[in-house]
């Protein structure tokens, strides 16, 4: 297991070095990112790569129970802890507001509708409502948080979701995606399920992507 973590801690290190240096470079994300097929290609191969390295850590082991691929102990629990989680993201983005704009640091969102590009749109949307929020749910609230609990539930539900927020490599909207990390893997540790965090997970994505588009 130590080899375990330390191959996780690492590759999620990786994650974060590139997104950071991409960040901080002088090229910025394409306006119309939603709308080319690139971004979905592009993210596609992303994700069936972290999906292999999920799928290398957790080699050899019962991966059903190990990442929590099982129904929670209450739909009910995991619904109430689901919208305080939400509750507690818009407090910390209202703060956050008061710094810069998160979304528009981050440049995924698209600021208008373009009905040319369905197609492309529906690709893009896709890749981040369903397989984005499986993938980083596997990696982070399932591979990630097994490996962290032995230290203590606490603990690996504070460095699940600080490592979040560092893989997407924003500085102002960092401290709104580590509350969501955080929120995301207290729940796991709740409801002893993977599966209402991929549901919040996606929900998420598409409100966001959706008022991107609708405002």
Partial sequence: MRTRLIGWSSFVAFLTVLAYASHLSAAKPAK???YQWAS?????VEYGLILGVVLLLTRGLERRAYLALRRPSSWLQALGISLLVVLAV?????VAATLGNAEKEQG?????????????FAAFAAVVTLIAPVVEELLFRGAGYALL?????NVAVVLVGISFGLIHGLFVGFPVIAAFGIGL???RSRTGSVFPCMILHASFNAIGLALGVAT
């Fill in 149 to 153: 609990e032995p230290f203590g539930r």
């Fill in 90 to 94: 818009l407090v910390v983005s209202a």
């Fill in 185 to 187: 893997a207290y729940l």
């Fill in 32 to 34: 119309d990112v939603a």
């Fill in 40 to 44: 979905s290609i592009s993210a596609l």
């Fill in 108 to 120: 995924l969102i698209p600021s208008h509708w373009n009905s040319h590009r369905v197609a492309q």
